[in-house]
């Protein structure tokens, strides 16, 4: 099975890392698409294709993921719509805010079965909460995008109503702990104590 990662940041590459550690795929079996050649340089020397080519990256693979700021999200999809093959390929969106009514709009016909994921950054570290939103999806199919994102962590199946909410538990609530002990440390040196 190949998967293909569309933008490499700081969510699609932590999502790379949980993936070439969790043994799922191959290195070889894992490529990455990203405008930037920092982050094609770091994958390429793991073992991952790598290209600037969205629409090469996708017509080969069995998973194409789409990992880009929100208001990107159109604009990849609509580039790759061409070389989607939606009786043979799923499609993840780890895009918070992007509706799959959006997603299936700008596709039309070529949508294949799709996933709206969202993980949070401690997928790299195979300890995400993940949640995973099924559209158009077999049981088989969901059960597949499952058990590749409960090897990077654990994961619950939702329904699109409440994605927001997992996204701002598992993905933002991490932001706020870390910025509660961090505010609970300087208060800590502010008050005479030494930061270790």
């Known amino acids: 099975m190949k998967i293909t990662m569309i933008g490499a940041g700081a969510m699609g590459g932590t999502t790379v890392e949980g993936l070439l550690r969790c043994g799922a795929f191959s290195n070889s079996d894992i490529t990455v698409s990203d405008p930037s050649a920092a982050v094609l340089e770091k994958f390429s020397a793991l073992g991952v294709t790598t290209t600037t080519d969205n629409t090469a990256a996708t017509g080969h ?6 990992c880009v700021k929100p208001w990107l999200v159109e604009q990849v999809l609509t580039g790759i719509k061409a070389a989607l093959a939606p009786s043979r390929q799923l499609l993840v969106v780890i895009a918070a805010g992007v509706s799959s009514a959006s997603i299936k709009g700008w596709l039309g016909r070529q949508c294949p079965p799709l996933f709206l994921v969202i993980p949070n950054i401690a997928i790299a570290q195979l300890a995400s909460m993940t949640f995973i939103v099924p559209v158009d999806a077999a049981p088989e199919q969901t ?4 058990d ?10 939702t329904d699109e109503q409440h994605l927001a909410a997992g ?6 609530g991490i932001a706020y702990a870390m910025r509660y002990i961090r ?4 208060g800590g ?5 030494k930061a270790d």
Request: charged residues 15%; contains cysteine; glycine residues 6%.
């Open 148 to 157: 590749i994102f409960n090897r990077m962590g654990h994961t619950l199946l």
């Open 183 to 186: 505010a609970a440390s300087e």
């Open 167 to 172: 996204t701002t538990l598992a993905s933002c």
């Open 61 to 66: 693979a069995d998973i194409v993921c789409v």
């Open 189 to 193: 040196v502010e008050l005479g104590f």
């Open 143 to 146: 059960k597949t995008i499952s």
